[in-house]
């Protein structure tokens, strides 16, 4: 197993061209000549003086998922939020990020693939396939990356185009009946015209049995495909072009969540239910079995072009990046978690489509490094547009006699009378529209002394809708909401659920933000480098715009700011066969932007708002270490203590809803690190062996945002620790290599999410693939 070089590094010159990376010297591959892009230039990563860790492809596949959650085991300050679909998985960095099911909210982690941003947080989630590194950036990088990454970046970096021809086959097979397959082609067509095609096919059954009689069947498992075209042409030596098109398609029956407790009380003490003589026996985070009729699934397809431009002009550098994205994603979820509808249980199935396309475009100008003063200006437009069309079914039922039968009966029974079928359906869409303008120099005062400053002026519109349609009252359908429920609800009238006009419910927004940075880096020595910085950050407005939207939810959140610091020591030692990077933080945001549980219509549901104040500090430590040509040691820990300073509670809500000082924050454990070692033994043969061995641990965590201390006692995961191991065998010229492994050696079982609101004051969690142990083989061919 090749593990990843996760370490951390520093905020970069502040040039954007992406000059191809200066050739290293002979011999000098170890950690300490790593070359990334974090900063938009290919420089050194112990040149950048921010906080950077770099995942290679190579660990990204070792890790059995090749997407960013499988980076989370090898960056300490990682962390993923697995929702009950894939459209509502969010992405943190150092206890920080968006949870909402709003379509118009972003996230506070940008990811960003070739240049190109994503817009929403659920297009970060596909697959990865012929990457070739991954670099994580650590706090606010809006100054560069714009405003959606208040907490981060995900910077992802592909394998170029080849003037050689060649190419790559792997096949793997991990128990549980999972396979996937990747194939890539390197054509070039004239020495100045080159390709790359990229294919990829996965399939799982899943971890979790859903014994309902019309599915009995493994789920939470999935069928992916896809692929990727590169074209690059490089007309002279001051012109090159970069087109790249994708696409991709996913069918995941991804993510049924196991009802992991028996029904409690509000103080948390074990009550009677009547749905729990159907339900599978909870047993926490160990529970495998769901019962439910509607198997909860996603229908992905996206896909998108770009198209970038590098040209000279003089000393500088121009470059332009155009591209267009396109997203369609269908949540089918089972919201009543049960095999079917009973006296005073509820059939609830939702059915979700959403649709997005975001056109982008960027141009910088950029000048050379080694010279008195370096810079980049640049400018950034956006414009991200989705709509989402969401019906949820009801099937409710009442006893016949008219006192509830003291079993759980059947809305099929004659004990019950027959039942009504509730449905409402409801339009609502966004459109982010961003315009800034951006610059950044860095000042060499002299040969080891430097000043980096840079500021962002942002311009941001975004405009709201959203409309709802009952048939019927009944538990979780809302009644109707439009244009006349809005008007009726702010003029006191009585029953405004009754008023309706047809016309949607609209909403605007516009911001304007200053935002940027300042830091000091010094050349202590040859190998050790120290900077700090401060950082103004900005996430911008937003509104809670989802299905059970009521009139207390249509105000405008408030943009999100954050003033951080951050001190660091960049070391490269022993002729740079170790690199050894540390690094202290402390950031606080103001109008932070948080889902938090609400009731509405009798369901849990939840309401995107600006909870108030927060704030994240803490120490890091990242390593690489070749002590020997044919061993890596790669290790990194993470303290991190994120928490509510001062929460401010939502328009309408009740005064018990503050959530106490000191209360921590989503996904923020304290206490996480990785370590891992890799040995490629040179028998003198034909033939080498390949040995790996990967270990991580987390402390405990938050996975509900929630005033009530039952809440968060309930939902808090427990820290855990994985160990994985593979070997392998491969030819000495690397044209083929066959790796075993096995993950989760010790079968250490864990929640990936807890959440409350199941059957009877119940907590539904979530099960992830890593939970059980399992194996797998990999065979791959070059040629």
């Not at 899943?206 to 495909?225: E, L, R, S």
């Not at 396109?326 to 939702?350: M, S, V």
């Not at 009726?488 to 009238?493: H, K």
Request: net charge neutral.
């Amino acid at each position: 197993m090749t593990s990843a070089a996760a370490l951390l590094a520093g905020l970069a010159m502040p040039a954007w061209a992406q000059t191809a990376a200066p050739a290293a010297p002979a011999g000098a591959n170890g950690p300490g000549e790593i070359v990334v892009t974090a900063q938009k230039r290919s420089e050194r990563l112990q040149e950048v003086p921010l906080a950077v860790s770099v995942v290679k492809g190579d660990a990204l596949s070792a890790q059995g998922k090749p997407n960013i959650q499988g980076a989370v085991a090898l960056v300490p300050s990682l962390n993923v939020l697995q929702s009950g679909t894939t459209l509502n998985q969010s992405i943190f960095l150092r206890g920080v990020g968006t949870s909402s099911f709003s379509i118009a909210g972003e996230p506070s982690v940008s990811t960003v693939l070739d240049g190109v941003v994503y817009a929403r947080s659920g297009e970060a989630f596909g697959d990865l396939i012929d990457i070739d590194r991954m670099e994580v950036l650590r706090g606010p990088q809006g100054t560069l990356f714009g405003k959606n990454a208040s907490a981060g970046v995900i910077n992802i970096v592909s394998q170029q185009p080849t003037a050689r021809f060649g190419g790559s086959f792997e096949s793997s097979y991990y128990s549980g009946n999972e396979f996937r397959e990747r194939a890539v082609l390197n054509v070039p067509i004239t020495p100045t015209l080159l390709t790359r095609f990229t294919g990829f096919y996965g399939s799982y059954d899943g971890n979790i049995h859903n014994v309902a009689p019309n599915v009995d069947h493994k789920v939470n498992g999935y069928k992916h495909y896809g692929g990727r075209e590169q074209v690059t042409w490089e007309p002279s030596d001051k012109a090159k072009f970069a087109f790249i098109a994708d696409y991709h398609h996913n069918n995941d029956d991804c993510c049924a969540e196991i009802i992991g407790t028996g029904a409690l009380t509000s103080a948390g003490v074990p009550t009677s239910s009547a749905a729990f003589q159907v339900l599978p026996t909870p047993k926490g985070d160990k529970s495998r079995t769901v019962d439910q009729d509607l198997v909860t699934r996603t229908r992905e397809t996206g896909y998108g072009f770009s198209l970038q431009g590098d040209f000279a002009l003089g000393t500088q550098t121009v470059t332009t990046i155009t591209a267009y994205r396109h997203w369609k994603n269908t949540e089918i979820r089972d919201g009543d978690w049960l095999p079917q509808a009973y006296i005073g249980f509820n059939q609830l199935h939702d059915f979700g489509p959403e649709t997005s396309h975001t056109f982008s475009q960027e141009i910088r100008l950029a000048s050379p490094v080694h010279q008195l003063l370096s810079y980049v200006v640049g400018a950034y437009y956006s414009n991200a547009w989705s709509e989402r069309k969401f019906t949820r079914y009801d099937q409710v039922c009442t006893p016949a006699s008219g006192v509830a039968p003291t079993t759980l009966t059947p809305c099929t029974s004659p004990l019950a009378n027959a039942s009504t079928y509730p449905t409402g359906t409801a339009d609502f869409g966004s459109r982010f529209k961003n315009l800034a303008l951006f610059g950044q120099g860095t000042l060499n005062l002299t040969d080891r002394f430097r000043f980096i400053g840079g500021a962002r002026y942002t311009m941001d519109q975004l405009n709201v809708f959203a409309i709802r349609r009952t048939t019927l009252a009944g538990p979780g359908i809302n009644s109707n909401f439009d244009q006349g429920v809005y008007d009726a609800t702010v003029a006191g009238l009585s029953n405004p659920g009754s008023y309706s006009n047809g016309v949607p419910w609209q909403g605007k927004a516009t911001s304007t933000n200053l935002s940027g940075k300042a830091a000091l880096q010094y050349d202590v020595t040859r190998g050790t480098t120290a900077y700090v910085s401060y950082t103004r950050g900005y996430k911008g407005p937003a509104f809670n715009v989802f299905y059970n939207l009521t009139a207390t939810g249509t105000n405008v959140i408030a943009p999100e700011t954050s003033n951080a610091f951050e001190a660091g020591l960049k070391n490269t030692l022993f002729g740079g066969t170790l690199v050894l990077n540390i690094d202290a933080f402390y950031t606080k945001y103001h109008n932070f932007q948080a889902n938090n549980p609400d009731l509405v219509a009798g369901v849990v549901t939840t309401r995107f708002t600006n909870a108030g104040t927060v704030s994240t500090r803490g120490a890091e430590a990242d390593l690489v270490w070749r002590p020997l040509r044919d061993l890596a040691i790669n290790g990194g820990v993470a303290y991190t203590d994120a928490h509510v300073d001062r929460f401010k509670v939502a328009p309408g809500a009740a005064a018990t809803a503050i959530i106490p000082s000191g209360t921590p924050l989503i996904y923020a454990p304290k206490w996480k690190g990785s370590l891992s070692a890799d040995y490629r033994w040179r028998t003198g043969g034909p033939i080498d062996v390949f040995l790996g061995a990967q270990g991580s641990y987390e402390s405990k965590e938050l996975s509900q945002f929630s005033p009530d201390p039952v809440v968060r006692a309930q939902t808090t995961i427990h820290g855990y620790a994985l160990v994985n191991l593979s070997a392998g065998i491969g030819d000495t010229h690397d044209r083929y290599r066959l790796t075993f492994q096995v993950r989760n050696l010790t079968d250490e079982s864990f929640a990936a999410a807890i959440q409350s609101g199941g059957p009877g004051g119940s907590y539904r969690y979530q099960i992830s693939r890593d939970a059980d142990r399992y194996w797998g083989v990999t065979g791959r061919v070059n040629f």
